[in-house]
C-alpha cells in the first residue's frame, strides 16, 4: 500500500502541474488553440497558454481614500460701544471680512463667548454680554452659518482681557470672541 502511494504521488503532482502549464492549451507547436474548441466557441478568452481551471482573477487594487482635513482653528475679537450691542468702526469692517472667512472656511463648530467691562452690575453685565454674543450669532447665521453649528455664552465682566477696578470704561473688555474649528 505505502508502494502504491509512493508511486501515486508524483504522478498526481505532475498531472497537477501540467494542467496549469502552458502545455495545456497547445495542441502542437503551430498551433494555440484547435478547431474543434474554435467552432464550439467555448466562453473563456484564453491566450498564452493559460488554462480555465488555473485562471487567477486580476488583482483589484482599492482606490486611495482621499483625506479629509479640518480646518485650521480660527479666532477674533469684535468690540463693542459703551452699554450697547453695537461695533466700533473699526470692528464694523472688521466684522465683514471675519464672518465671510468663517463662511468660506465652513466651520463645524463656532464659539461666541460675549464680554464686559466692569461699569456696571454684575447682574447687567451678564445680560449684555448674552446680548452681544447673540447678535454676533444672528450675523453669522445671516451670512449663511448653519446655526447648528453656532453655541453662545455671556461672561460678562468675568474674563477682562486687561485688568481693572470696578466701575471703569475700558473697550478691549467689552467684546465678543468667536473660536471655530
Do not use: W
Amino acid at each position: 500500500m505505502i508502494n502504491l502511494c509512493r508511486l501515486c504521488l508524483p504522478l498526481l503532482v505532475t498531472l497537477v502541474a501540467v494542467g496549469c502549464s502552458p502545455i495545456h492549451n497547445t495542441i502542437g507547436p503551430d498551433q494555440e488553440r484547435s478547431d474543434l474548441r474554435e467552432s464550439v466557441e467555448a466562453p473563456y478568452q484564453l491566450s498564452g497558454g493559460e488554462s480555465p481551471f488555473c485562471e487567477v482573477p486580476p488583482m483589484q487594487i482599492p482606490e486611495t481614500p482621499k483625506l479629509v482635513t479640518a480646518p485650521e482653528p480660527f479666532s477674533a475679537k469684535l468690540f463693542f460701544l459703551l452699554d450697547k450691542t453695537e461695533f466700533t468702526e473699526e470692528s464694523k469692517v472688521e466684522s465683514r471680512e471675519i464672518y465671510q472667512e468663517i463662511v468660506d472656511r465652513e466651520f463645524s463648530e463656532i464659539v461666541i463667548s460675549g464680554h464686559t467691562d466692569t461699569s456696571a452690575s454684575n447682574a447687567y453685565n451678564e445680560a449684555l454680554s448674552l446680548r452681544r454674543s447673540q447678535k454676533v450669532r444672528q450675523d453669522l447665521i445671516a451670512y449663511g452659518v448653519p446655526a447648528e453649528n453656532i453655541r453662545i455664552s455671556a461672561e460678562g465682566e468675568y474674563r477682562l482681557l486687561v485688568s481693572t477696578p470696578d466701575d471703569t470704561v475700558e473697550v478691549r473688555n467689552r467684546r465678543v470672541e468667536i473660536n471655530a474649528r
